[in-house]
């Protein structure tokens, strides 16, 4: 009898297991980050930490690839069988050819930022303004249904924030932009496409925060390092105490911008929510099971040098 053949066979997606000592399964499941750059990318550090916390013989890859050798990288997803690919810069939109199927908001927001296995088929999920909804939800104790919200920014994060709180029901979603076609553009589109009204407005100088606003979120890259003392020029004197406002940016988490909320005593949400949840909703699309979700955070602290 060859030296392993009395050990059990496990299932693919059971933990590493050893049996008198011996591994019982020396096959990892494979998932991967896709970008260029994406040397610095910390997705893989909270990745390894929950399978790790999990017991699960997974490996997370962060691997640099360039556009032209997206295809082929996504035919190696096939080949090797791995279970799934976050797409980071610039794969986002161009993964999309290379999938059998894409989710419905993935489809509205245009992007798809994790990709996972049904059989031999790869799907396309964008987890950003899931995960984004995700933090508003576990973090701050707020529901978006039914609420006022008032968006900064135009570009793929503020796409995914505002197509996944259009299809969660809130009542009116305005968007600010300082490139007025950049706006007009996607707000018509994201309008027609989920039929829920939303409003764009310019942002020339200070934007004043409406009173009847409960949500405000920078979903502009103002504050991201190395301009980490920049602040997206908005007055807040006029806000209601509740107001929750979050940031997008996660590097550093401790914004000018949350910094001034909180002096005015609002309750406010960091970037770092929003990139574990993403992760954590990728973590469960992969493995099928509840994502460790204080772990992740841990790690992607500890990962980016944070207290
Ligand atoms: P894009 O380049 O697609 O969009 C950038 C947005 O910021 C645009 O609306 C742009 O306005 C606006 N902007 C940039 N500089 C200024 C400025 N000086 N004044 C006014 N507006 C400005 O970037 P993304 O949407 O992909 O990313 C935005 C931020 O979100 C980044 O910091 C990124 O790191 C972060 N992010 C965080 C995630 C998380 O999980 N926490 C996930 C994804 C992104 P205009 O159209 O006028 O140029």
């Not at 590493?16 to 020396?26: E, K, R, V």
């Not at 996660?250 to 574990?276: C, H, I, S, W, Y």
Request: hydrophobic share 45%; proline share 8%.
């Amino acid at each position: 009898m060859a030296a392993f053949e009395c050990l059990r066979p496990l299932k693919a997606r059971e933990p590493h297991a050893t049996l008198a000592g011996m591994p019982a399964n020396f096959k990892a499941e494979l998932v991967a980050c896709f970008g260029q750059p994406v040397a610095e990318n910390p997705t893989g550090a909270m990745q390894e930490a929950a399978f790790r916390a999990l017991g699960l013989n997974w490996r997370y890859l962060t691997v640099e690839v360039p556009p032209e050798k997206l295809r082929d990288a996504m035919v190696g997803v096939r080949a090797f069988g791995m279970q799934g690919v976050n797409l980071t810069i610039p794969h986002k939109v161009s993964v999309i050819q290379h999938l059998d199927r894409i989710a419905p908001d993935a489809a509205l927001i245009g992007a798809v930022n994790t990709v996972h296995r049904e059989g031999d088929h790869l799907i396309g999920e964008n987890t950003d303004g899931k995960g984004f909804l995700r933090g508003v939800r576990t973090d701050a104790g707020l529901d978006p249904k039914g609420k006022r919200v008032v968006v900064l920014g135009a570009g793929g994060a503020a796409r995914a924030i505002l197509a996944e709180l259009a299809l969660a029901g809130a009542a009116d979603l305005l968007v600010v932009n300082r490139s007025i076609q950049r706006g007009e553009e996607m707000v018509a589109d994201l309008a027609s496409k989920t039929k829920v009204p939303i409003r764009f407005q310019p942002w020339p100088g200070t934007y004043a925060a409406p009173e009847d606003a409960d949500l405000l979120v920078n979903a502009t890259s103002i504050g991201l390092y190395p301009d980490v003392d920049s602040m997206p020029p908005v007055d807040l004197r006029a806000a209601r105490p509740g107001l929750l406002v979050c940031d997008v940016v996660f590097n550093p988490p401790e914004t000018p911008f949350l910094k001034a909320a909180r002096q005015r005593g609002l309750p406010t949400l960091d970037g770092l929510a929003m990139l574990v949840y993403q992760g954590a909703i990728g973590f469960e699309l992969w493995t099928g099971r509840k994502a460790p979700d204080a772990v992740m955070t841990e790690a992607l602290r500890a990962a980016l040098g944070l207290p």
